[in-house]
């Protein structure tokens, strides 16, 4: 399995100069990726391709190659896995689609003969490949002036729908996620999702494992690994096709049965899968859970400068099962000696439009050391003149001590999303939707708390 | 009513020099939102500021003044709104705090007895003010570099909240909504959102109303106007302290006792508003009755290019009660013969990640005039090398038809955000995740098909 994530050499068979073409894709993502192996471009009517030496057919080049990327036309792939298998290729990723997914079972059965003949481990067909950030493999033939890849990170991402992740992908790089490999192995012929978890559960560079399916091929197995697997690191599920017309589309999609939503939920639940409702679910779930460390408790503090948001977060956390209580005395009144008395000390406790980022410093301390809080909910309206952005480093500084989650929560537009980064990218969460933020902490507290 | 969104004249007393004080932020807005009436700054110790000459008291002003903007310290107010009254003045925002929602209700009293004396209208105490982007006014204390105001547009929004409204004027700029009015009312001592809801369900510019509050002063009159308003237009509200621990932190925020949410929720529906549980949906069915044509039905067709996003659509359409029916045999038959077979013409229409403009093109035209079709629901994944950015044409060029609403999903980063901003200019409403696009199908289903 290693040699998928960190390959010394790749063939790319059906490498095109046609700019549109996804052969021409992938061979200029992987070498604009950085990738440091040997790179062979594999086209019988080409001598070039970006400046490198093509050849006509695996079999034409000497040297050994640890895997083959293939896209070319549905019709000739089985000769082609034929050349790879006497060229003694172990590893294919099949980009190509047009097998079981269109009704064409009958290719997709002779392509498992040839592998299995060969001793062959195969990702696909019809899917995107692989991104393993961490050995710049990128055999995803879309361009990246499409598709940002995300940063360097500890997030990786199973998926079943080459469409559904690699937009996931995009966004994730837009909103500053870090990831470490991403796997879309289609229609799952040869690799499935249970051993991609497997693999992932074992990779030192994936802390949190995110996967979207349609159907999963080894009941059994799947909730034996995962259970396994879940233990070390959450695993979040997002599952399509849960419902009767979901699931009819399923069929053509990626050629799965979708099966009874009722029987994913419950092995989802054995198996201690976080499950996500939504893409957006998803993406919360992994940011909280990539970022914060475990509390120790479910009372939540929320400290706010804006009274109507710290209402909206105390309504969602509280359906959520989380615990809005009072700070401690002591608290309270250290607080009310530091604060105009506009101020309100509770659960929330509102610093009010008026706020200086001095007000939310003493609040942080506060709360920091007391006995009556285990989370921290921060709501920071960046738009009042006199909340001087000094407050991202008190942020900062508090976070750093490692003793409670912190979690932010900012609305609005570019101002906003500045201060939103620059926290991020010290490993601080953060939020635009206070609901967001109470499903995340809940879930958060779900997976730690048992 | 009307003079509080066109006067021609406006005081603004507790005007300042200091950058970061309140009085100073309203003066610069004002002015740079255009204004074209004329401003009176009022401070005492001050001669001349932003260039502008400035008077020691309204009294000191021979003009007449048809507004003014109060945002001076809490203890000195009831004697400006005295001289105030003394000057003829009809029309007060009250942007100071520190009133009944920290205690002060003999304060706030007193502030009803000196306007009822005068027959003084007032918005506010504890609040923003006012935005009418069509007539240049901004009373927000906020500053254009931390909170970019939205352009012109056709939403209007009421809110008890300051924070809440002017972080989501905020994120409306950045998401590229139009807006026609804002009004924070704060403690509502005088104006309620029933008399807004009653001024904007008569004003040409407002075509969606969007509500936050806490708790509503007069429940009857509240439910009469709502009744009356929502029959011309879409009234949206969100209600901040829905649970026991909100309800119990709204007291300290706008003095209001929240309510149970049961009554809410029943009177809110029989008055046919539109309920938003949290702030994204609130934006999500705005940006719907915004844009969108009324819908003649509520059976959906899903066309997209990426088969897992099509199937995730399809699970909440089908969950929020739309219809997913196969499209008509003509319309199979015509795409059948322009499509290659890896295309899956069911519905979902899916054009697979080899889709280009023109299958776009092809499979718009068809199902435009597919009388088993209500409603088109696009997704779009510009991530693909061969999908032209042509499409956004086609698309266009079909909504301008204006026979069925048409509503696109596109996920991902700047690439993606670059083609919806074209599309949302031309009034088609875009949206990032499939199952926020359900929901506000939902809502728009419901409120034009009884």
Redesign the interface.
Known sequence: MEKFFTPKSIAIIGASRD????GF?ILKNLRDAGYKGRIYPINPKAKILLNEKCYHSVLAVKEKIDMAVIAVPADITLKIVEECGKKNIQHIVMIT??FSE?GNQRAEEQLKKIITKYKIRLIGPNCLGLLNNYADIDTL???A????RPKNGKISFI??????????L??M??ENYGFSKFISYGNALDITETELIEYLGNDPHTEVICL?V?SIKDGKKFLKVAQHVAKKKPIIA?K???????A???L???ASLAGSYEIYKGAFAQANIIQA????DMFNYAKILEKSIPPKGKRVQVI?????????A??????MGLL?EEPSPETIRTLKKKCP??Y?I???I?L??SAFAQDYDNALQAVMKDPKVDIILLII??????LDTNVVSSVIKYNKMHKKPIIVIS??????QKYKNILERHQIPCF?????AASAIKVLCDYYLK
């Open positions: 700019h549109h073409k996804v894709v689609a047009g269109i033939f879309l361009p002036s499409r598709l940002v998926t079943q729908s080459g469409a559904t992740g690699s937009t996931v995009d966004l790089a837009k979207y349609e997002l399509g096709g849960t419902t009767k017309e979901g009819k589309a399923t053509s999609h990626t409702d939504t893409l957006e706010t400068n804006g009274g109507g948001f710290g209402i909206l105390t309504d969602y956390l509280s359906r809005i008395k506009t309100i509770k659960n929330p509102d009010t439009g309206l960046y738009q009042t003149p006199q609305m609005g537009g570019d101002f906003t635009t939707y206070p609901n967001n």
